[in-house]
């Protein structure tokens, strides 16, 4: 068995958990150390049995407890290597044995946990997503996307459960308060996944056999998870798919640690 939880999902903190019976794996760690040991704690995990951190890049809201957790459980953190150059400052001294690289592209293997990385467009310096395979399930994380490639697709396929980024509605996001280099960002090709293309994606990969959905990393101004969820259900609706009936869709929050999945 392998199980899914996030215990924050958003624009203002990531941190994903990923675990067996023997391995433990935060995906990104985007809030304070406390707050992440506190969440681990409210799903029954013991924090001291967490195997890795993995970074998905360097944006604040996925490193600021990584340096944190690290030093304080003596737990290596997994980046690429411009990943590592561009956050190092910013997360303070790590011992050199918990210091491990990645090439993006490569498998990792963490302790029964084979982790596929995969390039993601998005304006960091080498941004990544991931898949987690084990007993034949398969678990992808793919947030900060500014588009989506028949490359990306490609890693999706065959997943059991997919947390895809639903960051913003793009009509609250154009008449929103952002200055319009930051709405431009956004909107371009290496920014955010809007709700309907989040949508379109789901309803892509629900043709083609994914049963379960997350929607992740929600805007806290150009967004809400009502308005997300309901998108990608009628996006859906339009393809005669049933959310709920056919396939599994609901919002990891930004603040509110979520169910744990078990497959």
């Known amino acids: 068995m392998i199980k899914f939880c996030s215990l924050f999902s958003g624009s203002s903190g990531n941190c994903l958990f990923v675990a ?5 794996i935060l995906i990104d760690a985007g809030l304070s150390g406390k707050r992440i040991i506190e969440a681990l704690c409210s799903v029954g995990e013991k924090p001291a049995e967490i195997s890795a951190v993995l970074i998905s890049h360097e944006h604040s809201d996925h490193i600021r ?3 944190i957790i690290s030093r304080k459980l003596n737990v290596p953190i997994y980046a690429n ?3 590592w150059s561009s956050m190092e400052q910013q997360i303070g001294p790590i011992n050199i044995e918990n210091k491990r690289y990645f090439n993006s ?8 946990i084979c982790v596929k990385t995969f390039s993601i467009p998005h304006d960091a310096a080498e941004p990544v997503g991931f898949n987690f395979m084990h007993n034949n399930k398969k678990i992808t994380t793919a ?3 500014g588009h989506i490639n028949n490359r990306l697709l490609e890693h999706f396929d065959s997943s059991d459960l997919i947390l895809l980024e639903s960051n913003h509605d793009v009509e609250m996001l154009k008449v929103g308060p952002y200055p319009y280099s930051l709405k431009k960002r956004i909107l371009g090709d290496n920014g955010h996944l809007s709700n309907e293309m989040a949508g379109k ?3 892509y990969m629900a043709k083609k056999g994914t049963k379960k959905f997350l929607l992740g990393h929600l805007s806290r101004e150009n967004n809400f998870p009502e308005l997300a969820y309901q998108t990608v259900y009628n996006v859906l609706y ?3 798919i049933s959310a709920g009936v056919d396939v599994e869709l609901s919002v990891a929050l930004r603040d509110k640690v979520g169910k744990v999945i078990e497959l």
């Open 81 to 83: 290597e411009n990943t």
């Open 201 to 203: 994606v789901i309803a």
């Open 65 to 67: 407890g990584a340096g």
């Open 20 to 24: 067996t019976k023997r391995t433990k």
């Open 238 to 240: 339009e393809n005669q």
């Open 143 to 145: 947030t900060d996307i």
């Open 105 to 112: 592209g490569e498998e990792l293997e963490i302790g029964d």
